[in-house]
């Protein structure tokens, strides 16, 4: 019985990982080139149950995990060693393998959707709980993906020694912080009916705010 149980419990862990092997590129394309439409999406698949949302894409906490560990892969593919890792001073020792840094990695750029889905909580007017944080942090995970994406790959591009690479690592970090912004921006215009100048004041402010979340945490962890 145990046997048959584990049986169904593998069957159910395979198709879930295969099918990211096509959900995840279906993922990346929608955010990246309709990332408003797949945000309206969540927004409208809130009221569902949780066994009929994300059907059509990977969860928003699980696709920000899988663009990291994509960025990851880019970097040990081209042979860079995970500097936290080989920190072992202060609070890098407790990173001592990939798992535990990708974990880190996620913490810090899951800030982003955090710090922005709050102010977007707090200037609707809702009161700031649980509850009402939950569904925007969702939706903001799926830019937030396409930026931490990016921005992985671009620091990895960026230290490469072939000049090409790193000129190429440069202008895909610039790129990335642009989008970020201009993709906040229209959907903080769009959700709050504010101009596009307004909304860009208040996305600025939230992307300040987790860019000194992981300042800290990286001076916390480098040193």
């Known amino acids: 019985m145990d046997f048959m149980k584990w049986l169904n419990s593998l069957d159910e862990l395979l198709y879930e990982v295969m099918s990211w092997l096509l959900f995840f590129p279906l993922t990346l394309w929608r955010a990246l080139f309709t990332p408003l439409g797949i945000m309206m999406q969540i927004e409208a698949e809130a009221t569902l149950p949780d066994e009929k949302r994300y059907g059509s894409v990977l969860s928003p906490p699980l696709f920000l995990a899988l663009a990291l560990l994509l960025a990851h ?3 040990t593919a081209l042979g860079q060693t995970d500097k936290i890792i080989a920190n072992h ?28 889905a709050a102010r977007m909580v707090r200037l609707l007017g809702s009161g700031l709980n649980r509850t009402s944080l939950q569904q925007p942090f969702y939706q903001q995970c799926y830019p937030a993906a396409i930026f931490a994406l990016g921005t992985g790959l671009s620091a990895s591009l960026g230290t490469d020694p072939h000049p090409t690479a790193r000129a190429i690592g440069h202008w895909l970090a610039a790129a990335t912080i642009l989008n970020y ?22 996305v600025l402010l939230g992307l300040i705010e987790g860019a000194i979340f992981l300042i800290v945490v990286g001076f916390l962890f480098t040193r």
């Open 181 to 202: 912004w201009v993709v906040e921006t229209r959907w903080f215009a769009r959700v709050l009916h504010v101009g596009f100048f307004r909304a860009a004041g208040h």
């Open 89 to 116: 001073h202060g609070l890098a020792d407790l990173v001592n393998d990939n798992a535990s840094a990708l974990v880190l990695r996620v913490v810090v750029f899951a800030s982003f959707p955090l710090f922005l």
């Open 73 to 75: 892969t880019v970097a």
